[in-house]
């Protein structure tokens, strides 16, 4: 130790030369499974929706059961009510980045639903495509708020629900009915079936 000033100051110590980290990468996520949730008080309605999607993007791997949606009337003055809902989950491998893609192309075929004029409700059809991961399901809105991040052409991303420890979790904004256990036993059917596609691909 030194002495200057009458206070004692450190001795310098040696610095040695830290090696520099390697910046992170750039990578492409892997290919997710598609979802779609319909929802109507028309069985007809459902139909037409799966129809018009299986068109578009390919068949459908896994499809739920027909739920009945009782957690809120706020759809009713639009959809009446008895509202009903199923998911259909796409064989094809979906990559995330064409997400704001096909929810306006879901958008179109709402209002193309509803020009046809077959029931008295103004929306007769609501579609809801996202996707899942093994760690997340993601749904696309046309609604920003602070836990959305923004794609492109006016839709917006959201983590609904989130994979850990073994279970689906849900945020403080996640829809009432995503928390349900029967639609959270759904979304682990698809899990599985993408952890199944992941592990075919490497295997071939």
């Known amino acids: 130790m030194t002495v200057s000033n009458g206070r004692k100051e450190s001795q310098h110590f040696l610095q040695l030369p830290i090696a ?3 910046m992170g990468q750039p990578t492409l996520p892997a290919p997710a499974l598609m979802l779609m949730a319909a929802f109507s008080r028309h069985d007809a309605a459902l139909a037409w929706a799966r129809d018009r999607a299986v068109a578009a993007w390919g068949p459908v791997a896994l499809q739920s059961q027909v739920f009945e949606f009782v957690q809120t009337d706020y759809y009713e003055p639009t959809m009446g009510a008895g509202l009903k809902k199923t998911f259909y989950a796409f064989a094809r491998p979906f990559d995330p980045r064409r997400l704001a893609e096909v929810k306006l192309q879901s958008n179109r075929w709402e209002q193309e639903y509803a020009a046809l004029g ?6 007769p059809l609501n579609l809801d495509p996202g996707y899942l991961t093994l760690g997340k399901l993601v749904l696309a809105s046309t609604k920003d708020y602070a836990h959305r991040i923004y794609l492109a052409r006016g839709i917006f991303a959201e983590i609904t629900l989130y994979y850990r420890h073994g279970r689906w979790q849900s945020h ?10 029967d639609y959270q036993q759904f979304f682990s059917l698809c899990r599985e079936h993408l952890h199944a596609r992941g592990r075919a691909d490497r295997s071939g």
């Open 20 to 22: 520099p980290r390697a």
């Open 172 to 181: 403080e904004w996640t829809f009432a009915d995503y928390r349900r256990e």
């Open 118 to 123: 077959r029931h008295e409700e103004a929306r």
